[in-house]
């Protein structure tokens, strides 16, 4: 009998790859936002390692892209047209922001904020355009309860990341550039306010009138709340900035309310959230191991922390002085949790692949 010789099995770097998420910035839009907050509560040598760490993590992850679209170009554009796996692209976009932002408020390098500016509303029109053309004209589609969840709302953080790093980025150079650039911050502001409203509408419809398994619950829904928050750090960035901005002036009133606005909104998912989650995790049982898309948590709580201390200073809101605190803990402490999962992860498949 003729024994037929085995076949190699893919080594397991391969398969990791192949099935990567195209999620996976939210680990950079995670560390990134953790250290801006921990910059604004005084914890600045925490604030310069998590930065250090950031660019790191944000080559890795752009190696790890350029590599899946080499080897598996297929999957890779697959999921680029893809309902629910399409919107996670959006995550390299408020990456590059975040890395950008790091850049001007912990060590001042305003060229390199100006690269990542350019990088990330190169990406954003990039990603924008092609994502929402390709799910418009494609004629197969899922239905509405299989085809949307809170990762659409990346699109969102990305819109708003672009005018957090635009508005910062104006307090960093000489007018006339500084005018214009505070106008573009307010239009992505106004822009990403508009997307939430369209895309909320749809996800709030689709979590109350369709079945939902704790499946469904997927970590990116938690974005929810992050879309608002890092909305309120845009509107508290440009309140700042009025005095280098004369029309903002004008706005004001309509830019304090919004952007408390934001605030609320976001505040009244947490609860909410929390909720969810325990049903998800206790009352279903649904088991709890690492996922890439747990990033998708942890960037909203620090998130959060960053945008009510901006907001508190921008608009006086002391009695709001303990939120900050609590929240960066809390994301401090996700983030190391998600952060260990991963090098778990990381290490299993480096040990499989020898």
């Given at each position: 009998?003729?024994?037929?010789?085995?076949?190699?099995?893919?080594?397991?770097?391969?398969?990791?790859?192949?099935?990567?998420?195209?999620?996976?910035?939210?680990?950079?839009?995670?560390?990134?936002?953790?250290?801006m907050g921990c910059n604004m509560l005084g914890l600045h040598a925490?604030?310069?390692?998590?930065?250090?760490?950031?660019?790191?993590?944000?080559?890795?992850?752009?190696?790890?892209?350029?590599?899946?679209?080499?080897?598996?170009?297929?999957?890779?554009?697959?999921?680029?047209?893809?309902?629910?796996?399409g919107p996670g692209f959006f995550t390299a976009v408020a990456a590059?922001?975040?890395?950008?932002?790091?850049?001007?408020?912990?060590?001042?390098?305003?060229?390199?904020?100006?690269?990542?500016?350019?990088?990330?509303?190169?990406?954003?029109?990039?990603?924008?355009?092609?994502?929402?053309?390709?799910?418009?004209?494609?004629?197969?589609?899922?239905?509405?309860?299989?085809?949307?969840?809170?990762?659409?709302?990346?699109?969102?953080?990305?819109?708003?990341?672009?005018?957090?790093?635009?508005?910062?980025?104006?307090?960093?150079?000489?007018?006339?550039?500084?005018?214009?650039?505070?106008?573009?911050?307010?239009?992505?502001?106004?822009?990403?306010?508009?997307?939430?409203?369209?895309?909320?509408?749809?996800?709030?419809?689709?979590?109350?009138?369709?079945?939902?398994?704790?499946?469904?619950?997927?970590?990116?829904?938690?974005?929810?709340?992050?879309?608002?928050?890092?909305?309120?750090?845009?509107?508290?960035?440009?309140?700042?900035?009025?005095?280098?901005?004369?029309?903002?002036?004008?706005?004001?009133?309509?830019?304090?309310?919004?952007?408390?606005?934001?605030?609320?909104?976001?505040?009244?998912?947490?609860?909410?959230?929390?909720?969810?989650?325990?049903?998800?995790?206790?009352?279903?049982?649904?088991?709890?191991?690492?996922?890439?898309?747990?990033?998708?948590?942890?960037?909203?709580?620090?998130?959060?922390?960053?945008?009510?201390?901006?907001?508190?200073?921008?608009?006086?809101?002391?009695?709001?002085?303990?939120?900050?605190?609590v929240f960066l803990g809390v994301a401090l402490l996700t983030w190391?949790?998600?952060?260990?999962?991963?090098?778990?992860?990381?290490?299993?498949?480096?040990?499989?692949?020898?």
């Amino acid at each position: 009998m003729t024994t037929l010789p085995l076949q190699p099995t893919e080594p397991a770097w391969r398969a990791a790859l192949a099935d990567m998420s195209p999620a996976n910035f939210g680990m950079v839009m995670a560390t990134g936002i953790v250290s801006m907050g921990c910059n604004m509560l005084g914890l600045h040598a925490l604030a310069l390692v998590l930065f250090a760490l950031n660019l790191l993590l944000y080559a890795v992850m752009w190696v790890l892209y350029l590599a899946r679209l080499m080897l598996f170009r297929r999957r890779f554009l697959n999921d680029l047209l893809d309902h629910l796996r399409g919107p996670g692209f959006f995550t390299a976009v408020a990456a590059t922001n975040v890395v950008g932002s790091q850049c001007l408020l912990l060590v001042h390098w305003t060229r390199v904020g100006v690269a990542f500016w350019i990088i990330g509303l190169a990406l954003w029109l990039l990603l924008t355009y092609t994502i929402f053309t390709v799910l418009t004209i494609k004629e197969n589609k899922p239905t509405l309860d299989r085809g949307i969840s809170g990762g659409w709302l990346l699109a969102v953080v990305a819109t708003q990341s672009v005018a957090v790093l635009s508005a910062l980025l104006a307090t960093h150079i000489d007018q006339p550039l500084r005018l214009e650039l505070n106008f573009f911050a307010l239009s992505m502001w106004l822009w990403g306010g508009m997307l939430y409203i369209w895309m909320m509408s749809l996800i709030f419809y689709r979590y109350t009138f369709f079945p939902f398994s704790p499946g469904d619950l997927s970590p990116p829904y938690w974005i929810n709340m992050g879309a608002m928050a890092i909305s309120t750090l845009a509107g508290s960035l440009l309140i700042i900035n009025t005095p280098d901005a004369p029309f903002i002036a004008s706005l004001l009133p309509f830019l304090k309310g919004f952007t408390v606005f934001y605030w609320a909104t976001g505040t009244w998912w947490i609860p909410m959230l929390l909720v969810l989650a325990v049903w998800r995790y206790g009352t279903k049982q649904f088991g709890l191991h690492y996922d890439p898309l747990y990033w998708g948590a942890v960037f909203p709580l620090g998130m959060y922390a960053a945008s009510t201390q901006e907001m508190r200073l921008a608009m006086g809101f002391d009695f709001l002085r303990v939120l900050p605190e609590v929240f960066l803990g809390v994301a401090l402490l996700t983030w190391s949790i998600a952060g260990t999962g991963a090098a778990k992860q990381a290490w299993r498949i480096s040990v499989r692949g020898r």
